[in-house]
């Protein structure tokens, strides 16, 4: 079963439209709760809030998605992020913005889990051969990142929040739009067959959710946050720098595509992954901002390489009736892990060291690299 090409061309302006607001609201929305009065423990709090909404409506959609089709489920999820972008508009609670943010699924790092991934992921499995499909994710996230990175920039052209939360609005009436011209087709069903890949799913589920829970303490908000508490960086100057990251991350999609044909999905997957890792921890040390954001920028062009060989591998090790299983759990497991963390984070920044984060979120990911490889590297894909 092949979707056609109109969903790649709709699933890809939906994503643009969406990470293009998701570039300022991630830098955005810790500065606008600390308006409202919020410190870095709330700010912590309020952040886990927002993956945890994020985690629950992952897994909500995925029955929709697999009985209706992906059409219901995407258009489902834009109408919520337009009443979200309508409650930031209306109301200056700081209680009420984090409703709206937990409702939008508004995303608080430089890239993307949450269930509008979950969907538009196996809608491209679906579209597009195996030998082709790491080079289109790569496409998929790099239009992202792009997007994001253009996002990141129109932070510094406002002296106020609301008339990003107005663009915001109107990202979502785009996204809807698009979505509102996908296929209308439930996934396959295959009697006496599901369930095969469940326990390789479950181990895939638990390793990314350790890599999540330690890129928890680097989330874009909580780096955004540490650059202007410690170096007093402004917000100008930070829209500059989250769009130098977004770029060097679109650029690192560019790399992977060919790095997986040439090495593998799984080596690109850890070798990449292993060395932005070191980056970050550098991080912890650096005396100057130009240091810190230089090792944050190296950082980027290297740590998202494994996010389309990761959607590629994940798609390649199941059957197709599993795909909406496997999409949902694992970006589940991503989002619930990623949630638990931010919470911690505040307090450790609080009460512990500003910069201390950058470590612990270092040496977790390196263990979750040398687990993966262990754990996958005699595993066989099915595509």
């Known amino acids: 079963m092949t979707f056609p090409p109109a969903d790649l061309v709709a699933i890809f302006v939906a994503k643009a439209a969406r990470t293009f607001c998701y570039g300022f609201l991630g830098i955005v929305l810790p500065l606008y709760l600390a308006d409202l009065g919020m410190g870095a423990a709330a700010i ?7 993956l945890a909404g994020s985690a629950l409506l992952t897994w909500l959609v995925r029955r929709p998605a697999e009985r209706f089709g992906p059409r219901i489920a995407l258009v489902g999820l834009a109408t919520l992020s337009g009443v979200a972008a309508i409650m930031l508009l209306l109301t200056s609670d700081s209680r009420l913005v984090v409703v709206a943010a937990i409702l939008g699924n508004v995303a608080v790092g430089t890239g993307e889990t949450g269930p509008f991934l979950t969907v538009e992921q196996v809608v491209i499995a679906r579209a597009v051969a195996g030998a082709r499909r790491t080079t289109i994710l790569s496409f998929y996230n790099l239009l992202g990142y792009v997007a994001a990175a253009l996002g990141a920039l ?6 106020a929040w609301r008339p990003l939360f107005a663009i915001f609005l109107a990202g979502a009436c785009v996204q809807a739009l698009a979505y509102a011209a996908v296929t209308r087709r439930p996934a396959p069903a295959v009697p006496g067959t599901r369930g095969t890949s469940a326990p390789l799913i479950r181990r895939l589920a638990a390793l990314f959710a350790l890599d999540s829970f330690a890129g928890g303490f680097v989330l874009q908000s909580l780096v955004a946050y540490f650059l202007h508490t410690r170096f007093a960086l ?26 997986a044909a040439r090495f593998g999905l799984l080596p690109t997957m850890v070798g990449s992954h292993l060395a932005s890792n070191v980056l970050l921890i550098a991080i912890t040390f650096a005396p100057t901002p130009g240091l810190a954001v230089a090792c944050l920028l190296a950082r980027h062009l290297l740590s998202q390489m494994d996010v389309p060989t990761r959607q590629a ?10 795909r909406e299983t496997a999409a949902s759990l694992t970006n589940l497991s991503r989002t619930v892990a990623q ?4 919470t911690l984070t505040g307090w ?23 687990l993966l490889w262990q754990t996958f590297k005699d595993v066989k894909l099915r595509e």
């Open 234 to 259: 402004s917000l100008e100057t930070l829209g500059t720098v989250f769009a130098g990251v977004q770029i060097l991350t679109g650029v690192s999609m560019l790399l992977a595509a060919g790095a």
């Open 339 to 342: 949630a638990v963390t931010p």
């Open 313 to 322: 591998y994940v798609m390649a090790v199941v059957a197709d009736h599993e």
């Open 154 to 159: 129109v932070v510094a052209g406002f002296n």
């Open 44 to 50: 912590g709090v309020a952040i886990t809030m927002t």
């Open 348 to 370: 450790v920044m609080q009460s512990i060291a500003l910069s201390a984060p950058f470590a612990l979120g270092g040496v977790l990911k390196i263990v979750y690299d040398v």
